[in-house]
Every structure is written in structure tokens, then in C-alpha cells.
């Protein structure tokens, strides 16, 4: 037993100084290179931290980062669908991709993507790779091909002072709107923060959540979504303009409830409100709150396209923004707010305090008191369902 024990304790130092190895070479071949990494550009706040994280990147790894902005990310994907086809494999114009879960099931299945690479992150051992939310992105297993960045769960925000018990179902939402008519609404689909609110009315409304964890199926389409369609038919006429118009964006939404237009907005970043709280375009008074079943959650994550130019920079890159000292800093609500996908349990003395110090602010909900998320239905149901509710409730040519 005890011969047994040593054998094994010397066989895990032996991969562990190969990897060491490995990835000093990779840090070795990722320096001088220039790293393209694509990812949304609306926002001021989350622009600032990349800028200050590339600028990191360049003094410690001398890898240079150019955030490209993009509104869509898919048409950077039809670039390398394109690439792929006419047999392009290397030189490739995107390096890194912060993706959904949507655009991650379509490269996967498309062979978009290179190796697996997730593993050999030196950071990745403080991260749970097991963790159900990380394993799958929107039940497509990962397969190491994503790197998970951060965390999202949709939560409610109202103004304490305005509403003293906010509405903590979908039903109980319904209620207030009858009550409260025009003074609820939620953003248009496909907007991603209105399709989400699409997915939390699914999962209270539907008696087959289990098949939406299973690919999309025509035949069971309107089995799982019927109750749906019946809820928002009830819902519309009492939202905000009767249901005839939506706000094009969370951002509109947002505006529209800190002017006491409307008595409830939605976020998919639990932090949301705290920030706004912080810098002045929200009430003091204002709180985040879920529903009792509770709300939609999943990871967001970091991808390498198959024919990265630079992939020994992005894998430094990567590794540097899943660092205990990069995923504080994006935790905090007065940077940016972004829960981390760390396991602080992982971490030393020091670097958990990096956490256990953040003022998370008044407005936002403790993982506990968030509870475990609802899963994402597969990947395969969004459009799908985005494409029946504009049909539906606009006709076609909308």
C-alpha cells in the first residue's frame, strides 16, 4: 500500500513538471504575438476592464490584445465557417471569442473550434470543471473546447420604495401588470435579456422541462410551449403600450425603470443594480430579487477558433483573466460586477480574501440567497422559439 502511494505521489510530480514544462513553452511561443480577441463592445464599463487587463497582458507576457468590438458575434463566425470551407486552417483573423451558448453549439457542431485546451490553463485548477454549469453550455457538453469567464443568472430589480412585495412568480407577475397596467414590460426578442425572460416564462409554465434539456424536436414544439404562448397572451395587453412596441434593449428598459416609468426591469448579471446603485442611475432604494422557483443561469466563456493565428497568445490570455487577481477585479460591482466561475474553496488564504473583501453593494443577492440556477434549455430551442413569438406577435415581416 505504502509502495503503491509513492508510486503514485511520484507519478503525479512527474506530469506535473511536464505540464510546467508545456506551458512554459507556450508562454515562451506567445511572446511578440498580437492577440485578436472579439467580444461585445456596448458596454463603457466592461471595455475599460479588457483595456486594463490587455495592458497587463503586454507588461507581464509581452502578448498584445486588440479587442475588436462586435455587436454580433455570429458574423464573425460566418468568417471562419468560411475559412473552414475553403480549407484555411492557420492565419486566421480571430484569436479569441467571448461567445453564448447559442454561437458555442453551432462551431462545436460545425468543427470550428480547435483542441481541447481548457485543462492545461494553469488557472484552471482553481475552477470546478465539473460543475454542471460549466461542463455544458446550454446542455452542449464543453468538451474543454470553452474556457467558462463568468457567471449570469437572471434576476428582477424594483425600488423598495415604490414596490414593497414584488411579484415572485410569473403568475404573480401577471397579477401585478393586471393591477399595475403599463407598468411592466420586457425587452424584444431576440434580444438576448428578452428571449431569457422567454426561457424563465418556459420553465414555469411547460410540464416537460426534461425535453427542453434534450435537442430541439418539431413534433414536441407545441406540447412544451403552448402554456407559454397562453401565459404572454394574457400578459400583453397590461404591459407597458399594450404589448404593441418592447424596449429594443435591457439598456432602454433600465432607463425606463429609473424614471419610474416601469416598476420591474430584468438583468442577467446579478451585480446589475449595485453598480448602477454605485454610479449614480439607480435609487439607493433599489433591489434585486429572483423567483421562488427560482431564474435562468448559466456561464458565458472564452473560445479559440481552429484557425487562430495566435493561439499560444490566446491561451495566455485566457489563462490571464481566469486569475484569482483578473476574476476579483471583474467581480467587483464598482469595476464591473461579473461573478466569478473561480471555486474560492481552491484558492489560498490570500487569494480568497481577494473575494471575501469585495463590497458586493445593497441590491445584490449572495450566491445562497440566489440558489442553484435554472438550466438553459438546449442550445437548439432559442430560435425556434424566437422565431414563433415574432410570428406570433408581429407577424413575419417584423
Request: glycine share 6%; with cysteine.
Amino acid at each position: 500500500m505504502i509502495c503503491r502511494l509513492i508510486v503514485t505521489t511520484w507519478l503525479l510530480a512527474i506530469v506535473q513538471i511536464v505540464q510546467a514544462a508545456d506551458w512554459q513553452a507556450v508562454e515562451a511561443d506567445a511572446k511578440g504575438q498580437t492577440v485578436y480577441f472579439y467580444a461585445w463592445g456596448g458596454s463603457s464599463t466592461i471595455n475599460q476592464y479588457i483595456e486594463r487587463w490587455a495592458q497587463i497582458a503586454e507588461e507581464l507576457h509581452d502578448v498584445k490584445v486588440e479587442h475588436v468590438k462586435v455587436d454580433d458575434i455570429s458574423v464573425a463566425i460566418q468568417g471562419i465557417q468560411t475559412a473552414k470551407r475553403v480549407g484555411r486552417s492557420d492565419q486566421g483573423s480571430v484569436d479569441v471569442m467571448w461567445i453564448n451558448g447559442e454561437n458555442f453549439a453551432r462551431m462545436k457542431r460545425d468543427g470550428l473550434l480547435g483542441a481541447p485546451f481548457v485543462a492545461h490553463l494553469p488557472s484552471s485548477k482553481a475552477i470546478n470543471l465539473d460543475d454542471p454549469t460549466i461542463a455544458a453550455d446550454f446542455s452542449v457538453p464543453t468538451d474543454g473546447l470553452e474556457a467558462p469567464w463568468g457567471r449570469a443568472q437572471l434576476v428582477f430589480i424594483y425600488d423598495q420604495s415604490r414596490l414593497s412585495q414584488p411579484p415572485k412568480s410569473m403568475d404573480a407577475l401577471l397579477n401585478h401588470a393586471k393591477t399595475n397596467p403599463g407598468r411592466v414590460t420586457y425587452p424584444e426578442p431576440p434580444n438576448f435579456h428578452g428571449t431569457t425572460f422567454l426561457k424563465q416564462v418556459l420553465w414555469e409554465t411547460t410540464e416537460h422541462q426534461d425535453w427542453l434539456k434534450e435537442p430541439y424536436s418539431e413534433a414536441r414544439f407545441e406540447r412544451v410551449t403552448s402554456p407559454m404562448w397562453r401565459y404572454l397572451d394574457s400578459l400583453h395587453p397590461h404591459l407597458w403600450r399594450e404589448g404593441r412596441e418592447f424596449p429594443d434593449s435591457a439598456e432602454v428598459m433600465m432607463d425606463l425603470f429609473a424614471d419610474g416609468i416601469l416598476d420591474i426591469a430584468l438583468s442577467f448579471n446579478p451585480n446589475d443594480a449595485s453598480q448602477r446603485i454605485l454610479d449614480g442611475r439607480f435609487a439607493p432604494s433599489v433591489r434585486t430579487y429572483i423567483h421562488e422557483m427560482g431564474t435562468v443561469g448559466n456561464t458565458h466563456f472564452l473560445a479559440i477558433p481552429f484557425n487562430a493565428d495566435a493561439r499560444a497568445g490566446a491561451l495566455v490570455w485566457i489563462n490571464l483573466l481566469l486569475t484569482p487577481e483578473a476574476q476579483a477585479e471583474k467581480a467587483d460591482p464598482s469595476v464591473w460586477g461579473d461573478p466569478t466561475v473561480i471555486d474560492v474553496s481552491r484558492l489560498g488564504a490570500q487569494d480568497q480574501e481577494l473575494f471575501r473583501s469585495l463590497e458586493l453593494g445593497p441590491a445584490t443577492l449572495s450566491a445562497t440567497d440566489r440558489g442553484i440556477p435554472l438550466s438553459e434549455p438546449h442550445a437548439t430551442w432559442v430560435e425556434p422559439i424566437e422565431r414563433a413569438w415574432k410570428e406570433r406577435y408581429f407577424g413575419k415581416a417584423r
